[in-house]
């Protein structure tokens, strides 16, 4: 079975830090690999995803994530947070065939000036 | 491009009652999840359609949940009769679902059960 781990639940970094949210998965096979965040009220949005390729993704707002198949990892990462970037981050693994996303449990990430 | 489409946003009913909640998907998605989001958690895979057929439903509580996806465009979810611990974010998402595409979400419906 598919499942996420994000060991941090809460991270606090001052804004024009820098940022890495952690996410672990396990997969029998190759991944897609996601990240999803939430603002408070809202659906959540997707930043970046890994299918296959470059094991570096670019996303949207200045966001990327390393693919590290070794490690089982897909860590987020962003040079320098702004204070919009406060919210929840959830990191989700996809399955071939049925297109099933698990999710983790989210990290939520303040900003403080 | 219109987004996924849920109403209502925010529900309260009594334990007991039955409530339902509707999702309209982006257009030509084949594939509709719904999810439910408990306070502080992750959204956890209720029922996933392919078109009109069921994918997957091994976690939606059967005795109580049902959903079904009219003609593979909307759905409804339904739960029938509502629990305390029902009270989430109920999110519907959408794709093409060809290999790797993304789901787009909808802003979810709150539920709260008093």
């Known amino acids: 079975a598919q499942s996420v781990t994000q060991p941090d639940i809460h991270i606090t970094v001052s804004e024009g830090a820098s940022l890495e949210l952690r996410c672990n998965y396990s997969?029998?096979?190759?991944?897609?690999l996601f990240w999803y965040v939430q603002s408070p009220g809202q659906g959540l949005q997707l930043l970046l995803k890994?299918?296959?390729?470059?094991?570096l993704v670019q996303g949207i707002k200045g966001f990327e994530a390393e693919f590290k198949r070794s490690q089982s990892s897909f860590n987020l990462r962003k040079p320098s947070v702004h204070w919009s970037d406060a919210a929840e981050y959830f990191c989700?693994?996809?399955?071939?065939?049925?297109?099933?996303?698990?999710f983790g449990t989210g990290t939520r990430l303040t900003i403080i000036p | 491009e219109a987004g996924v489409a849920q109403s209502p946003r925010y529900k309260i009913i009594e334990k007991r009652q039955s409530v339902a909640f509707w999702c309209n998907p982006i257009?030509?998605?084949?594939?509709l999840y719904w999810y439910q989001q408990i306070l502080g958690q992750g959204p956890k895979l209720l029922i996933q359609?392919?078109?009109?057929?069921?994918?997957?439903d091994s976690q939606l509580p059967k005795d109580r949940f049902s959903a079904e996806r009219l003609k593979g465009v909307d759905s409804t979810l339904k739960i029938q009769p509502a629990k305390l611990e029902d009270s989430a974010v109920y999110l519907c998402?959408?794709?093409?679902?060809?290999?790797?595409?993304?789901?787009?979400f909808g802003q979810g419906t709150r539920l709260t059960v008093v």
């Open positions: 998402a959408s794709s093409l679902g060809d290999r790797g595409t993304e789901a787009f």
């Open positions: 997969y029998g096979a190759t991944p897609y």
């Open positions: 890994y299918f296959s390729g470059d094991t």
């Open positions: 989700a693994v996809g399955s071939f065939g049925n297109e099933k996303l698990t």
């Open positions: 257009s030509g998605h084949a594939t």
């Open positions: 359609f392919q078109n009109n057929g069921v994918v997957d």
